[in-house]
């Protein structure tokens, strides 16, 4: 029984070229695109106003736990809507 020919390989070169078409294709379908999707991670549309001190009634999300040192009393991020 004959044994079937080798598969056509490509060159180096030519693998180079595919790639590099493959990456400029990426690249215009991805700035085509930018922006023009729906985040799935919504936020409440707050800008950061300052930092006080945490009052009984905030919202517990609201404290700083990065300003608020070990033990003392919380802080809370201030803040006002977006685009007010």
């Given at each position: 029984m004959p044994t079937a020919p080798?598969?056509?390989t490509l060159s180096t070169d030519s693998l180079a070229a595919?790639?590099?078409?493959e990456?400029?294709?990426?690249?215009?379908?991805?700035?085509?695109?930018?922006?023009?999707y729906h985040s799935v991670f919504k936020g409440r549309g707050?800008?950061?106003?300052e930092v006080r001190a945490y009052e009984p009634g905030d919202d517990?999300?609201?404290?700083?736990w990065n300003v608020t040192p070990d033990g003392?009393?919380?802080t809370s991020n201030d803040?006002?809507?977006?685009?007010s």
């Open positions: 080798a598969p056509d595919v790639r590099h078409i990456l400029t294709a990426r690249r215009l379908v991805g700035d085509l695109f930018a922006g023009r707050l800008e950061f106003s517990a999300r609201d404290i700083d003392a009393t919380p803040t006002s809507r977006s685009g």
